[in-house]
């Protein structure tokens, strides 16, 4: 079976290493296509996790509208699918580059395999535009690979059919348990944590932030800066904020957060470096997907600053707290975990437990 593996942000290319490497191990044809929708931080991931690109269609430009990117890469694709003629054409999650592979790979007939498949808001603006990015590939999926029982009950709802869906967990479990392991090892040096360790308090409990969302641009940008101003005025407490480089995140955090007492803002890291900085940190407030999931196998509790989730498995088990952008409610529920957070009575992890890609793999094995 010739597999094509599709993807173009860090965070796809983070959950789609495992998997990339247990078909290699069970000697399935595999090759690999990236559009670099995001360019040096998804070159990042792929030189930690050994992953060398058959195609790369390095389609970022500075300002691009999803338009655009959207076209280039129908655009693209069309002669990659012609060239490696697939039996199967993975996707991941919520990108457009997912949804427009998916759409690319229909057109030209070609099966597409949806990993991380059923996870919705219902809400097309929350998050914009990756939403309907989901529900898009969905609809244009064959197989879908589903975390949970919620995203896998979801596509029952909308009439995929059962024997399409299979329940694997989710492969950014594996990734994290890869990676803890690496980084863990004697031998191994990364110069990001070695500079991190330098920076980084151990006499003080750690915020670890992070924050890139389009809905939260704005305002809802400046009512997470104030929130941190006031939790930052704690002695036990110390800010470590990797600023997204998007200029709406960027120009916001430095204007009003640069300078300020137990605030350090540094440049986005690689992602060994941030679960290195997950390990040392207390509590996580972030807007990002892949961290609702992986904080709870770190028995770390993360503040969504989002006012939906199409993770809410995290949220009704405990481990994370929807508080979107409302400052005081931020400011709350900070300082009550930082008061009286002792640790999870619960410690399974909703969304896996590292053998994602193994389940992925079965399934294959039995495909026609």
Avoid at 74 to 93: A, I, Q, T, Y
Avoid at 181 to 201: A, C, S, Y
Avoid at 202 to 207: A, D, L, M, S
Wanted: aromatic content about 6%; proline content about 5%.
């Amino acid at each position: 079976m010739r597999i094509l593996l599709c993807f173009g942000t860090r965070p796809e290319a983070i959950k789609m290493a495992p998997l990339y490497h247990e078909l290699k191990e069970n000697k399935f044809e595999v090759m690999v296509c990236v559009t670099a929708q995001h360019r040096e931080m998804l070159d990042q991931v792929l030189e930690f996790f050994d992953i060398k690109p058959d195609y790369d269609l390095d389609l970022m430009q500075p300002n691009q509208t999803l338009n655009n990117l959207s076209a280039l890469i129908l655009s693209k694709m069309d002669k990659v699918l012609l060239e490696v003629n697939p039996d199967l054409v993975f996707v991941h999650g919520d990108t457009t580059t997912s949804s427009m592979v998916a759409l690319a790979s229909f057109h030209r007939s070609i099966r597409v395999a949806h990993v991380e498949a059923g996870l919705r808001t219902y809400n097309k603006q929350s998050p914009f535009p990756e939403e309907i990015n989901r529900q898009l590939t969905g609809r244009l999926a064959d197989i879908h690979f589903t975390p949970t029982n919620e995203a896998s009950n979801n596509l029952v709802k909308e009439g995929i059919s059962q024997l399409s869906i299979i329940q694997t967990g989710n492969t950014v479990i594996d990734a994290l348990f890869w990676t803890i392991t690496k980084i863990g090892k004697e031998n191994f040096v990364h110069p990001e944590i070695e500079e991190l360790k330098n920076i980084v308090p151990t006499n003080k409990k750690i915020v670890l932030v992070t924050g890139h969302r389009r809905e939260n641009f704005g305002t809802g940008m400046k009512n997470l800066c104030e929130a941190l101003l006031k939790i930052a005025a704690r002695k036990d407490v110390t800010i470590v904020y990797p600023v997204h480089l998007n200029p709406n995140v960027k120009d916001i955090v430095h204007e009003m957060l640069s300078d300020k007492e137990n605030i350090q803002l540094i440049s986005p890291v690689s992602y060994p470096a941030f679960v290195w900085l997950m390990q040392q940190s207390f509590l996580i407030v972030s807007d990002s997907g892949g961290i609702q999931e992986e904080a709870p196998s770190l028995g770390k509790p993360v503040l969504v600053t989002r006012n939906t989730s199409e993770r809410p498995e995290g949220v009704t088990a405990g481990f994370s707290k929807l508080v979107g952008t409302d400052k005081n409610k931020i400011i709350n529920v900070i300082q009550e975990l930082l008061e009286n957070f002792d640790g999870f009575e619960n410690k399974s992890n909703p969304y896996g437990n590292g053998n994602a890609s193994k389940n992925i793999i079965s399934f294959l094995k039995n495909l026609n």
